[in-house]
C-alpha cells in the first residue's frame, strides 16, 4: 500500500479527503506524493486534471487502485511515518552527542520535545459517555439484550463466555494440528446449532475441501471415505441431506480468495454476524510478509469495532515451539509479526502434549482474554471426522 492508493479513494468519493486530511498532514508527505495530495487539497479535481497537472507522471496509474479502508490505511501510514521520524531523531541526537561542544541538557530537551510531538494524541474520550455505555453493557448483558456468541464447545464458553461484537479472535497452531478444524467446528455450531450468520475466507482451501471436512462435522463421513469411493447408500443420503441443509442454511464459505482489500470489502457488504479468515500468513504478500500480516491486522482491527462484529483470525505458531521441551506454544510464538498478539482480544491456542492425532491430550490455552479469564481446558479432537467436540 501506497499513499498514492490512499490518495486514490477521494476520485471514489471525495469526502474521503476529509478523513485523510484529518490523519495525515500535507508536511509529512513528500516529493511525488507531497504533489499529488497539495493538489487534491486546493482543488476538486480529476483524475484528468491531476494529470495535466503533473505531465502525465505513469505513477498516476496508482490513483486507479484505491484502499479501502481510508481510515485504517491512513493510521497505518501514520504509524510507519512516525516510526521513520523517531529514527531520523535518533540518528540527529547520535550527531548532537559526537559534538562535545552541545550540552547533555540541550540534546535531552530535543528528544523529549521531538518524542513528544510524534506520539502525541488528541483524545475526544469522554468520561461521562463512556460511563454510560458501560452500564448499558452491564445491563444489556444482565437483562440477556445483549448476548455473547457462543462457539457450541461448553468447556471453552464456560471459561470465555464466547465471542464478543467488535473483538479480535485469534485461533493458532502449529501446520496439520488442527486450526482449520476448529474454526470450522465452531463455525458449523454457530450456524447450523444456534442459527447464527456465519461467513468463513479460505484463502488456502478449495470448496471441495471445505464440504469434506464440513461433511465429516456433520454427518461423521471422513475425508478418506469420500475420496475413495468408499461411501454407502446410507452416507450418500446422508451428503445429499446435509448439501440441501447448507444450501439453505446460515454458513457461507468463500474459497481461495487471499486479496486482503476483497476479503474487506465483502465483509463490509455482507450481513453475517461472525467472519472466519483461513489464515493470516497466506494473504497475497504485497511488499513483505510481515509487513502485509501487520496492514491486514490494522485493517481487521478497525473494520471489526467499524461493523461491531466479531472477526476470527486462524494463525500459524513459529517453528521454535517444536524445539522446547514440552512444544508448548505461547502467543509471542504467533509467525510473522508481534501485531497478531497486540491486536488480538482473545488468542486461543491448539496444544497436543503428546502427538497431534491422539484424541484425548487435545488442550485448547487461552492465552488472552480482554473480556475475562485465561487459562486451558481439555478437548477432544476426532481425526476421522476432523471435530472438536467437549
Do not use: W
Not at 486451558?376 to 481425526?383: L, W
Request: aromatic share 8%; with cysteine.
Amino acid at each position: 500500500m501506497n499513499f498514492i492508493n490512499i490518495l486514490g479513494s477521494t476520485l471514489i468519493e471525495r469526502k474521503n479527503i476529509n478523513i485523510i486530511k484529518s490523519i495525515i498532514h500535507l508536511e509529512m508527505t513528500s516529493g511525488f506524493d507531497y504533489n499529488v495530495y497539495k493538489l487534491l487539497l486546493e482543488n476538486d479535481i480529476d483524475i484528468r486534471t491531476i494529470k495535466t497537472e503533473l505531465n502525465n507522471d505513469p505513477r498516476l496509474s496508482e490513483l486507479t487502485k484505491p484502499v479501502t479502508n481510508v481510515k485504517g490505511a491512513c493510521l497505518l501510514y501514520l504509524e510507519k511515518y512516525k516510526r521513520k521520524e523517531l529514527l531520523r531523531m535518533v540518528e540527529e541526537a547520535k550527531y548532537q552527542l559526537n559534538n562535545e561542544k552541545n550540552k547533555l541538557s540541550d540534546i535531552g530537551s530535543f528528544i523529549i520535545k521531538k518524542s513528544r510531538e510524534l506520539t502525541n494524541v488528541q483524545s475526544d474520550f469522554n468520561k461521562t459517555e463512556a460511563s454510560m455505555e458501560y452500564i448499558k453493557l452491564v445491563e444489556g448483558i444482565r437483562n440477556g439484550s445483549i448476548k455473547f456468541i457462543p462457539t457450541g464447545l461448553k468447556r471453552l464458553d464456560d471459561l470465555i463466555y464466547g465471542f464478543v461484537k467488535s473483538e479480535i479472535i485469534i485461533i493458532g497452531a502449529r501446520p496439520t494440528v488442527g486450526k482449520t478444524s476448529l474454526a470450522l467446528t465452531i463455525a458449523y455450531n454457530q450456524s447450523f446449532l444456534y442459527g447464527i450468520k456465519t461467513r468463513f475466507y479460505s484463502i488456502e482451501m478449495g470448496a471441495n475441501a471445505l464440504l469434506n471436512s464440513l461433511i465429516g462435522i456433520s454427518k461423521g463421513i471422513s475425508t478418506n471415505e469420500i475420496m475413495k469411493g468408499e461411501i454407502t447408500d446410507h452416507q450418500l443420503g446422508e451428503i445429499n441431506q446435509f448439501l440441501v441443509e447448507f444450501d439453505k442454511g446460515n454458513l457461507d464459505i468463500i474459497p481461495e480468495l487471499s486479496d486482503l482489500d476483497l476479503i474487506i470489502s465483502d465483509i463490509e457488504l455482507s450481513d453475517a454476524d461472525v467472519f472466519y479468515i483461513d489464515y493470516i500468513q497466506d494473504l497475497r504478500v504485497k511488499t513483505s510478509q510481515r509487513e502485509t500480516i501487520e496492514e491486514a491486522m490494522t485493517e481487521f482491527k478497525q473494520l471489526a469495532k467499524r461493523i461491531n462484529k466479531p472477526i476470527v483470525i486462524l494463525s500459524q505458531i513459529n517453528r521454535v515451539t517444536e524445539e522446547s521441551k514440552d512444544k508448548r506454544p505461547y502467543k509471542h510464538n504467533l509467525k510473522g509479526s508481534g501485531r497478531i498478539e497486540e491486536a488480538g482480544d482473545k488468542i486461543i491456542l491448539i496444544h497436543n502434549e503428546v502427538d497431534q492425532f491422539d484424541m484425548d491430550n487435545y488442550k485448547l490455552l487461552i492465552e488472552k482474554n480482554k473480556q475475562g479469564a485465561t487459562g486451558e481446558i481439555h478437548i477432544n479432537f476426532d481425526k476421522r471426522r476432523l471435530k472438536f467436540y467437549d
